[in-house]
């Protein structure tokens, strides 16, 4: 086998046993890597109806065919489990030397189940497993755990993938960190911290065979071209935090809570007068040659990376506008391991509530919108869960049906993932991504806003025809995903799915045409929904939360546009249609004949819902 | 050599005189710099006289004559449309991708990067 090593590690951290088993080649064709075959391997492993935070809920890490092969922005890696934070799948990417590091571990996928009687630690080494004690780490930020284990280890290329202080309390937004980047959406941290299991620890020296190597290296090397084009402009000179003042400008931009869609204040946080003021330096993850990421420094000379979605959540959706407040924030989310967009989203919810008398303790706290010594100080409580912390460590959800009223009107998520920093009202073919996406509120499982800031729709308008697009801009993401590709290159192809078939075949072998690749991608996306269907999922889990359907765009150039449900009930039919999903949503029989999902049931009842992939 | 801006203040002086608009008054437009175009041309806004009936291809050649600095990164050599990667909104609400499309006086277009991802 080329590209892959055909192989999967599970450990069991209750009996401290690891044992390896065979991946099969027609799984790996079917789901690919990364994203897909984590989501395949899911549905396989985790028993249905599972709790998050059971031992038997798995704990997957997957790498995909394109990893180390030098094709640029391809050192990426799968975090999947089920999300603490929705109950659904959560799936998250992370990247750079990590990545590298699992591939060479000779297999292609960890699967952790089990939960450690005391904090542990995992190293895989020469491809034998030891589970450490890590009493000594507890505590430690995910920086500080690379640091120490290297130093244990006296081994300075070790790669390690840690959990923070947030993990160890199990935090339903907490991260899976490594190198500064973030498995970050839905909590898999808080799995990995319920489990026990501090750290990941790896060294490897197996590559897998690439079929093709010199016609990798060509391909390699136009890629790269590419992407030093001005078609990445924007990654490689400003970064992501270019989106605020663009964002701003066209009244898309969440702020206080969704209550406005512009930021008064947001020129002091624009990219571009970071850019000016507080630029450090440029970094990049390894493989890559975008190098996206912008350190900027803060007063006491610190650097920090930041991106859009953390300049936004800590910052405009806060109400905080100085530069060295969302700065810092975003430090104490690093050093605690917790995702930024639901730490914003989090403590926006929280400052409503005090400011309309819901929650006396987050005003006594100090949480109001506007106000940095709030959040500075919240963050780090709610790691811990100590006082008003453990209520916010439950997400915007969770802690709005605790508090009752009409808080959970305010709670700004979709299927209990924290809403991402584009405003659905102003970017209405987003709305509909958002509302039907398998994650929740997720900007990145889609590309659905691309629709809307590309003028092929209009963006203050809806129509059934949106759900065309969303399961389009869904499939591309889920290949992208899966091979893996970083998306910040996706505008270098000109044909994609027939480039990436290309570059897919000549690292397997395969014969893989683009279609094929389409219906992979397709695969992938209606197999999450197989799986939040066996979960529990509902028709009106599908949805958006009140305040956006019932309050118009408040400030900027679209003020007084809506969306109302009339509107999102009619894209949902369309995506639903074009997904060949039954008018409540389900996966129907056919569309698992037709993915080739479906295997008939032993006992010979008929169900919608797929039997375990024993095919592939 | 008389710059735009020159005829821009002398036909606002006949204007203002006459009481009225001249004919083939020209087009009057804003533009905003985002992103990379902002941080090149270290300006957020630069306003544009255009002939009547002016399209955004002749807004971008405009433009292009008053800062050079954009001609490769963010207007595409031929200094006729936008390079790739970026992307063009009129007033904030429009993404105009037909370089033929008009411009009508008092028109905010802004130039900013095709890539919203973020």
Known sequence: MYGFHGRLLQIDLTSGKSSQHELQESRLRAFLGGIGLGTSLLYDYAPPGVEPFSPDNPLIFTSAPLVGTGLTTTAKFGVITKSPLTGFIGDSLSSSHFALELKRTGVDSLVITGQAASLVYILISDQKVEIRDAAHLRGKSPNETQAAIRAELNSPTIRVAAIGVAGEHRVRFATISNEGRHAGRGGAGAVMGSKNLKAIAICGDRVPLVCDSDGIAVIATRLRQRSLSSLTDKYRNIGTVANLAVFNRLGVLPAHNFQQSTFDDAEALSGETLSETNFARRHGCASCSIRCERLFKSLNGEEQRLEYETLFALGPLCGIKEPEAVLQAARLCDQYGMDTISTGGTLAWAMECAEKGLLPEAQNFGLCFGRPEGILSAIPIIAARQGLGALLAEGSRRAALEIGGDSSDWAMHVKGLELPGYEPRGLKTLALGLAVSPRGACHNRSGAYEADFSGEVDRLQSDSGRGALVAASEDYAAVLDSLIICKFLRKCFTDFYGEAAELLNRVTGWDCSASELGQIGERIQVTKRLFNQREGWRPQDDWLPPRLLSEALPTGVAQGVALTATELKEMIRGYYETRGLDENGLVPLKKLRELELFKPPADGIKSCQATKHDGY | ?118
Not at chain 2, 17 to 39: R, W
Not at chain 2, 50 to 59: E, F, G, I, K, Y
Request: with cysteine.
């Open chain 2, 1 to 118: 050599m008389n710059t735009p801006d020159d005829y821009e203040r002398a036909l606002q002086r006949w204007e203002e005189l006459n009481g009225h608009k001249i004919k083939n008054d020209p087009v009057q437009c804003t533009v905003e710099l985002f992103g990379m175009a902002q941080l090149l041309a270290k300006t957020k806004t630069i306003s544009l006289a255009l002939p009547q009936d002016a399209t955004l291809s002749q807004l971008f050649f405009a433009l292009a004559e008053r800062l050079p600095i954009l001609v490769g990164r963010v207007i595409s050599p031929e200094m006729n449309k936008l390079a790739s990667g970026c992307a063009c909104n009129v007033n904030g609400l429009e993404f105009v991708r037909n370089p033929t499309a008009k411009v009508k006086a008092g028109d905010k277009v802004l130039i900013l990067s095709a890539d919203a991802g973020g």
